[in-house]
């Protein structure tokens, strides 16, 4: 019928066809309507992005058929890690995004962690030849309102923190909490360098302005210490 062959047209428009996950361009048509809702109601919004380690030289070493393969069967586990009503979908080459509405900091970054193990323990046809031993993904979770406003800005920061998990060594997870613990470990230590009290919460205040730390980890700091 006609209505079949419009519904068909229109899936194929917003899928994927290697790994029957959405599409860039559904990802950001989707993104920029849940930040939308966001606005509206006071949900939470969290990003993650994933990104395959060493997938070149994967590519390289097995050949890009083998590597489709993989792609594919990462696509799969995506979809086993999702919830109902997730956005899955590959971003690209080897990234691929997990739009979470009313997630959390906590809940995105349990959620890239429990991809990220999944992958990292699935076995894949002649990874041990790969740097790390093994196929692996590092991942970076932003949020909405914590870290962006727009829908741009949340992709910047989730991509920005996925690229601090490839600096810190690869097969890791980088999202707001573990950002600014860091952020604040650093500074704390400069003002015990430079033999200045962090027991004074004024001081701490400056810290979390000085690194934008989002609100919630401000108030477990305050209350139970670093």
């Known amino acids: 019928s006609l209505t079949w062959r419009v519904s068909r047209t229109h899936h194929r428009a917003?899928?994927?066809?290697?790994?029957?996950?959405?599409?860039?361009?559904?990802?950001?048509?989707?993104?920029?309507?849940?930040?939308?809702?966001?606005?509206?109601?006071?949900?939470?919004?969290?990003?993650?992005?994933?990104?395959?380690?060493?997938?070149?030289?994967y590519n390289d070493t097995q050949g890009h058929q083998e590597g489709n393969r993989v792609l594919q069967k990462v696509g799969e586990l995506l979809r086993q890690t999702g919830r109902r009503?997730?956005?899955?979908?590959?971003?690209?080459?080897?990234?691929?995004?997990?739009?979470?509405?009313?997630?959390t900091a906590s809940d995105g970054w349990r959620f890239a962690e429990a991809f990220r193990s999944a992958v990292a323990t699935q076995g894949f046809p002649g990874e041990s030849a790969q740097p790390l031993g093994r196929i692996t993904v590092s991942s970076g979770v932003a949020t909405f309102p914590l870290d962006a406003q727009d829908d741009i800005a949340l992709i910047k920061a989730a991509d920005a923190r996925l690229y601090r998990a490839k600096d810190s060594g690869r097969n890791g997870t980088v999202g707001p909490e573990i950002a600014d613990r860091?952020?604040?470990?650093?500074?704390?230590?400069?003002l015990i360098e430079k033999s200045l009290s962090v027991d004074n919460v004024f001081v701490f205040l400056l810290i979390f302005t000085a690194f934008h730390v989002a609100p919630e980890f401000q108030r477990r700091v305050l209350i139970y210490g670093v």
């Open 14 to 57: 917003i899928t994927d066809p290697l790994t029957s996950l959405y599409n860039y361009g559904f990802l950001r048509e989707r993104l920029a309507m849940e930040l939308e809702r966001a606005h509206l109601t006071g949900d939470p919004v969290a990003l993650a992005m994933f990104d395959l380690d060493h997938f070149k030289s």
């Open 85 to 103: 009503g997730d956005v899955l979908a590959r971003y690209g080459g080897e990234e691929f995004v997990a739009l979470l509405y009313g997630a």
């Open 182 to 190: 860091k952020a604040l470990e650093f500074f704390t230590g400069y």
